[in-house]
């Protein structure tokens, strides 16, 4: 547990240096700032699509964050050789595995918070504000949107290539996020099998509430969030687990 | 009986990609006993490296067994009592060179103090002291290779395994380096590297294992080898000689 924590700490610290990142938080802040001073809150209907471009924006950002850096983990600590001094001390290869996804996931958790942190800044002076219960729902879920990306990502890191992986990672969060709702009619056509290849696909949508904050809908029963965040869990450990066993067979 | 510190026995690496297959070791079997300090001598390309990457478990042999200390080099108990420093040296850009080695020094399990004491003062020996807080991007390759050789010694290791510890040091870092590892073996630890400085090694080594082609060619004492009244008077003749083609 330590190792695996020291590993995602220093990971954290060498992407906060190397200041990549932080050109998508200067960028989004522009775009909200901009979005605000476009004063359209104040007209009621079109506050509606405010909050949505702007809750679209602070998913898309976290997305294009969370991919990209979940992706080259792996493959830049091979291609720096700085794997070789690192497995030769005592640490597992399934450490190494769950350190690196940490370590995204504090990066990816980090650069959500403030941009949804600055969402709800705007949302709640100059928007039409939902209860807060719903916005910790939705920041509660959005995390382990994130957590579930990167674990799917690394996974596919350890088999493919650097664009590859990013390219079939975003066509999954897309493709699930658009019509993972959609597949259930048709799955659930085949009853048991269906319903169990149902959920081995990574139900993004799942964890995604924007719709919720957008409509001021109700927040979601305590059940439904444990239900969603067990699914999660389960489904980030089976790809973590099944990512070290594929990683142990790798040479170095 | 004295304890090995390493054994290998039988130990048969083949790479294998896609459109190539390469056999880099051949039954490769010697062992090193505690207090030892072994060179390991080859030509570029002759296993070196891949041995040293089986012992390490970064690789996986297609035959045969390592162990270290008794220890199978699979399990992680293998990697407890080893320092290793790579060939090539190469750490993380964006954290100071004591970051990293408080990080190892986590992974080892050692305290915070006596960490940061054995860094000062490694540092202190090769020069290091004001760039422990400077991210190592702005390393020199020696500087890195240091902080390498830090890393490597961290945990006082039993066995120490250098590939190549003297490419990029300068000539005081080299005497350095000598006076370090034959220190190591006053307190009774091994040492196991490979080298291209014949000279040196024949100045440190008890013994040396000459590799060609995955091949282990001769296992043999420094002090036989210098005895031989025949043809070789130093190492690198003995060493020529063996490797020569048929
Ligand atoms: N990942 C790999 N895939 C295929 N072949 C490899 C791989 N790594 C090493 N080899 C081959 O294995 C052989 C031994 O390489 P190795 O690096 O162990 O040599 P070495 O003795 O360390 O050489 P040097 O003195 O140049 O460091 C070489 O022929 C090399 O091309
Ligand atoms: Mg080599």
New interface residues.
Partial sequence: M??TV??AT?LM??IF??KDIYVFVVLLVILLIYLINMNFFDIGGLSRYLKEIGLGMVYLFSLFITVPFSAKLVGEEIQ???I?????????RFQFIAGKFLGALLVAGASFSLFYFIFYLVDISKGTPVGFILYLETYAFAILMLALLSALTIFLSIHMTFSTTVTLAYLIYFIMSWFGASFRDYFYNFSIPGYIAYYLLPHFEFFDLRDRVVHSWPALPAWVVGCAAAYALIYISVLLYFSAFAFKKK?? | MVETALSLTGVGVT?KGKNYTKEALFELSFKVERGEIFGFLGPNGAGKTTTI?AI?????PNTGQIEIFGCPASK??A??R?G???E?A??????TAK??LL??A????IPKALALKRIDSFFEIVGLQDAGNV?MKNFSKGMMQKV?LA??LLNDPDLLILDEPAGGLDPVARTQLRSLILELKNKGKTVFFSSHELSEVELICDRVGILKEGRLLKTEKVKDILNQKTQHQSLENYFLNIIKPE
């Fill in positions: 330590k190792t020291l590993i220093n610290k060498e240096r190397k720096n050789k700085t070789y001094p690192l497995l030769a001390k005592p640490v597992t040479w170095f | 790479y990457k390490l478990n970064l690789i996986y992680v108990c990697r407890k080893i290793y420093m790579p090539i190469n750490y993380y850009w964006y954290l970051e990293l990080m190892y986590g992974i080892l399990n991210l390498s890393q490597a």
